[in-house]
């Protein structure tokens, strides 16, 4: 139980162009969806918390006008990097916690590979 | 704010011995969780162990066991009989029930040897 599905899982895009990100809670509701950015051999970066139904809480030195985060329902989330760049470039990775249990670990999507071209 | 130190960028094993990888967190809370993930070169995030902070028993998952040292602040990762599956980068994460946010560390590039 308690499936995450990130897609897609590769995309690649001209720059100047926008991408969407779906995250969603197959078997459970979430009540918290969270965005994460990876480079190569590095850690996991928080971009930002998005709860339903309310506005993502991004962390600092995040453009919140670049990446657009909508949590539309308790089993869904997107990312939206508008105008991309080649620096845009990244592994995102989204995850969540369980409705209701509040001591749930997260769990994972399986991540997008963005390539701006 | 919270912090999670990985002080080992990378560690090596041979097959069937055992590996002990390090973390250090630094807080003001006292209640916490505390994870391993392991992320293979698929990238997907595999949750490894956990521990509540709440509970002095460390947690033990098969191969895979933790000695956590609350007062300390560390929480090591032991893989017993490592295997070449094994092979992956290592994050320990901080959850703090204040802060809702799951805090890693720079992570560890684990490799085994045949």
């Known amino acids: 139980g308690a499936v995450v599905s990130q897609h897609p899982s590769r995309v690649i895009c001209k720059s100047g162009t926008s991408v969407k990100i779906e995250c969603r809670s197959l078997d459970f509701q979430a009540t918290t969806m969270f965005w994460y950015r990876q480079f190569p051999k590095k850690s996991l970066m928080l971009m930002a918390t998005s709860n339903e139904g309310s506005k993502a809480t991004y962390e600092q030195g995040v453009e919140k006008d670049k990446f657009l985060i909508n949590h539309a329902s308790l089993t869904l989330s997107t990312l939206t990097v508008t105008s991309a760049h080649p620096e845009d470039s990244s592994f995102y990775i989204c995850?969540?916690?369980?409705?209701?249990?509040?001591?749930?670990?997260?769990?994972f999507g399986n991540g997008t590979r963005l390539t701006v071209t | 704010a919270q912090t999670v130190t990985q002080s080992q960028p990378e560690m090596s094993v041979q097959e069937a011995e055992t590996v002990t990888l390090s973390c250090t967190y630094d807080t003001s809370e006292s209640d916490y969780y505390l994870f391993w993930y392991k992320q293979p070169p698929s990238r997907q995030m595999i949750l490894v162990i956990r521990q509540e902070a709440y509970k002095q028993q460390n947690a033990t998952e098969n191969r895979f066991s933790v000695n956590f040292q609350k007062a300390a602040k560390s929480f090591s990762l032991k893989i017993s009989d490592s295997q070449l599956g094994d092979a992956a980068m290592y994050f320990c994460?901080?959850?703090?029930?204040?802060?809702?946010?799951?805090?890693f560390g720079e992570g560890t590039q684990l490799t085994v040897n045949p």
């Open positions: 994460a901080f959850w703090g029930t204040s802060g809702s946010r799951l805090t």
């Open positions: 995850s969540a916690t369980v409705r209701g249990r509040a001591n749930s670990p997260l769990h």
